[in-house]
């Protein structure tokens, strides 16, 4: 099972709506709604920010969305704030009974 | 609150092994599927593997770079979830962190470091 595929690094002002793609295929992404986004800053375990591909878990701003197209997955941060600062992946359920995650991105606020 | 604590972790010698533990606490442990996944020193996640409730069969499931080689089980009377490596290569270094599923991961754990080397 490969890791599904994310830009290395992502950037953008404070204010600014910043969008990262996860691009799996059709036995995992492309298979279920079973997407979730993690938050990881340095040295942390990471955090749920967003599952079955659009649910916001309770606490998580809602400048977070999530959506899918086909085999693509998308998390966006609208009002990008020095805080969304950190790694960001993307994980999937597959066809096999198994969980894939995303190769991770670094988003960086200007 | 929930709270996950992973122990058992440290230095090992390729070829050993090593029981890492996961204490559950703030929920129905019984009733919760539960996860492993693990980070290797500045790369990012890996899934290790998932373990189904008892109710829901218990059946367990393994990412392709461990399977054959490494067990989850758990002790529902310990509220316990345990990941048994066997025949550790240098490539199994990483913190393992304890997840959570449904969703899946909802409540991680601190991690605990794993260190394969001779």
């Known amino acids: 099972q490969s890791a599904l595929t994310q830009p290395a690094s992502v950037s953008g002002s404070p204010g600014q709506s910043i969008t990262i793609s996860c691009t799996g295929t059709?036995?995992?992404?492309?298979?279920?709604?079973?997407v979730s986004w993690f938050q990881q800053y340095p040295g942390k375990a990471p955090k749920l920010m967003i599952h079955?591909?659009?649910n916001r878990p309770s606490g998580v701003p809602d400048r977070f969305s999530g959506s899918k197209s086909g085999t693509t997955a998308s998390l966006t941060i609208s009002g990008l704030q020095a805080e969304d600062e950190a790694d960001y992946y993307c994980s999937s359920y597959t066809i096999s009974d198994t969980h894939v995650f995303g190769t991770g991105t670094r988003v960086t606020v200007l | 609150e929930v709270q996950l604590v992973e122990s058992g972790g440290g230095l090992v010698e390729p070829g050993g092994s090593l029981r890492l533990s996961c204490a559950a606490s703030g929920f129905t442990f019984s009733n919760a599927w539960m996860s492993w996944v693990r980070q290797a020193p500045g790369k990012g996640l890996e899934w290790v593997g998932r373990i189904k409730s008892k109710v829901d069969g218990g059946a367990t499931y393994y990412g392709a770079p461990v399977k054959g080689r490494f067990t989850i089980s758990r002790d529902d009377s310990k509220n316990t979830l345990y990941l048994q490596m066997n025949s550790l290569k240098t490539e199994d270094t990483a913190v393992y962190y304890c997840v959570r599923n449904r969703p899946f991961g909802c409540y991680w754990g601190q991690g605990i470091l794993v260190s394969v080397s001779s």
């Open positions: 059709s036995s995992d992404v492309g298979a279920y709604n079973y």
């Open positions: 079955e591909v659009t």
